[in-house]
Each structure stands twice: as structure tokens, then as C-alpha cells.
């Protein structure tokens, strides 16, 4: 499912969200792996990068960035600095990261900002006028990512996409986290828009396969669990927090 800034006339498309991770990459160069997954039907790519230093990880932004169709939009994970260098589309922040107030103060309105949430509460508290979408997760245990709590499971998801429906209607939502072609349905049933991946693409002998069979599977699923809540608001910067 696509939404539209109004004001912005920019289209976030969560279905099939892939991270590129140097520590998880299978043996594949970022900007291949990049290229292969939006050939295979990913729709957004984040840059997770825990291990090179600032002038490093600008450079391989910008590699991923020339790598990627002009309709597939490049996230950065945590520092508004590096995205804001190579000129990605938007910066992804965790709750412990850079605000999202004062992240959108350095970045403007252009880019994307999203958040990721973990809890009904960060769901309640969210600041809707100010990101683009929601990360929400832990949804299943994950060997690419340290995990400081248990997976919320698909139940979990669904209690924390209620929130975000009842405040505002239709907001990009996406499940986070040991997702997968076996399970992406449930993450679809329990109300995201999509699914993030990292070693579901990049661990496979063919990204660009595995992108496309995961794609099927959770357009395939939008059909049959696309939720259909009034649209209270369309998400944008205009709104103020819902």
C-alpha cells in the first residue's frame, strides 16, 4: 500500500522494505545487493551501517543511492548526518536516536523520517505531524539485530497498529524483524502495510529471487487482509500530532 503527502506530492511504499547491512550482506558489495533486491521488487532500501566511520558510510550512500531505480527511495538508519551528506531520501530513527523533531529541523520537509516503535506506549506517543511512517517491531526473534526485549509476536503488532488506526486512520506501518516469505502473511494479516528484511534477501544464493517471492507473497496477502479504516488524515507534516 502507497500514501501520498499531500503537501509533499512524495509516495512512501512499505511492502517490501530491504535493509542493506555490511555485517549482513552474504558476500555481496551494498550497491549490488541494493540493486539486485529493488529489481526483485523492493520498494524502499535502507543503509544499516554499524562499522565504517562517517566519510565511509556517506560514500557507500551514495554508491547504494546511483545503485537504486529513481522510484526507490533511500533511507539511512540513525545518523541524520550521513543522509543528509549523500543526499538520501530520509533517515530512519530508533527511540534512543536523534529526535524526530529536531531531525526534520536539520533535514527540512523534503525527506522521509520514520520511527521505530516497540511498545503501544511509543505507539501512543508517536508525533504523527512530524514522521512519514512507523517501523514496528520486534515481530519474531532475529539473529542480524541485538534484541534487548522478546519479539511482540503478530499479536503484539496488532495491538500497537490498532493505536495508529484509531489515532489517525490509514498511517504507513511496517513489521520489523525475522520476517520472512513463511511468515510475512502474518505480519500482512495483523495490519502493517509491509515487511522490513535483512537476511531474507541478503542471505539468499539470489536477492533479486528472494526479493520478488517475498514481494508476491505480501502483495498477495494486501489483497486478502488490506485493512479499510475510515481515512481520518492523510500522514503529513500539516497535521500536527493526531
Do not use: W
Request: with cysteine; proline share 7%.
Amino acid at each position: 500500500m502507497s500514501f501520498v503527502d499531500p503537501e509533499r506530492k512524495l509516495t512512501v511504499d512499505l511492502r517490501l522494505y530491504a535493509i542493506v547491512d555490511p555485517e549482513h550482506a552474504g558476500g555481496h558489495a551494498l550497491p549490488d545487493l541494493a540493486r539486485m533486491v529493488a529489481q526483485g521488487g523492493a520498494t524502499i532500501v535502507q543503509l544499516r551501517d554499524k562499522v565504517h566511520d562517517t566519510s565511509e558510510m556517506i560514500a557507500l550512500a551514495r554508491a547504494i543511492k546511483a545503485a537504486l531505480p529513481a522510484d526507490v527511495p533511500l533511507i539511512v538508519n540513525d545518523r541524520v548526518d550521513v543522509a543528509q551528506a549523500a543526499a538520501a531520501d530520509g533517515v530512519h530513527l530508533g527511540q534512543e536516536d536523534m529526535s524526530v523533531e529536531e531531525a526534520r529541523k536539520i533535514l527540512g520537509p523534503g525527506p522521509f523520517i520514520g520511527l521505530s516503535i516497540k511498545t503501544v506506549e511509543q505507539a501512543r506517543a508517536a508525533p504523527l505531524g512530524v514522521i512519514d511512517y512507523v517501523g514496528i517491531g520486534g515481530v519474531f526473534g532475529t539473529t542480524s539485530k541485538n534484541q534487548t526485549s522478546g519479539p511482540i509476536g503478530p499479536d503484539g503488532l496488532a495491538r500497537i497498529v490498532r493505536v495508529f488506526r484509531d489515532r489517525i486512520g490509514n498511517f504507513p506501518m511496517c513489521g520489523i524483524a525475522g520476517i520472512n516469505k513463511d511468515n510475512a502473511a502474518q505480519v500482512i494479516a495483523a495490519g502493517a502495510d509491509g515487511v522490513s528484511v535483512i537476511s531474507a534477501l541478503s542471505a539468499a544464493p539470489d536477492p533479486a529471487a528472494a526479493a520478488r517471492a517475498l514481494r508476491g507473497v505480501v502483495d498477495a496477502a494486501l489483497v486478502k487482509y488490506a485493512p479499510t479504516p475510515p481515512a481520518v488524515g492523510a500522514a503529513g507534516h500539516d497535521m500536527g500530532n493526531a
